[in-house]
């Protein structure tokens, strides 16, 4: 029964800190004209406050297309983010994914802290 109580203590200080993070970057975007808070990953407390250039016809452009990267790298021409970019999932897009956990790749096995058993989605 303690451990079943220990891990709620933890699931609890994980969402407060998530909540503090949220809080800081919306108090940071009152302040940055040109970002928004494009993508979270709840379960890391991370978010992620993009440019709004990378919001292309309503859409979040956040992730790295690594193969035309390298291509790009190779090349010796100059280029620039917007040559590599690659849409963000709709999982890892803020208020999108897994509620109370966004973020989290629904194709993952997610490995809940102190528990031998496996969930899907979801939890600490």
């Not at 109580?5 to 800190?17: D, F, M, P, T, Y």
């Not at 993009?50 to 790298?73: E, N, P, Q, S």
């Not at 090349?75 to 890892?92: C, K, R």
Request: aromatic fraction near 12%; glycine fraction near 10%; charged fraction near 20%.
């Amino acid at each position: 029964m303690k451990r079943f109580a220990l891990e709620l203590i933890v699931c609890s200080a994980q969402r407060n800190a998530f909540r503090q993070v949220l809080q800081f970057g919306n108090q940071m975007l009152e302040h940055l004209d040109s970002y928004e808070l494009a993508s979270e990953h709840a379960h890391s407390c991370c978010i992620l406050l993009a440019h709004k250039k990378f919001k292309m016809d309503g859409r979040w452009h956040t992730h790295i297309d690594f193969d035309k990267f390298l291509v790009l790298a190779k090349s010796g021409q100059a280029f620039s983010s917007m040559d590599y970019l690659a849409p963000t999932p709709e999982w890892a897009v803020y208020g999108q994914g897994i509620a109370g956990d966004g973020g989290f790749d629904p194709s993952e096995v997610h490995y809940r802290r102190g528990a031998a058993a496996k969930a899907r989605g979801g939890g600490c």
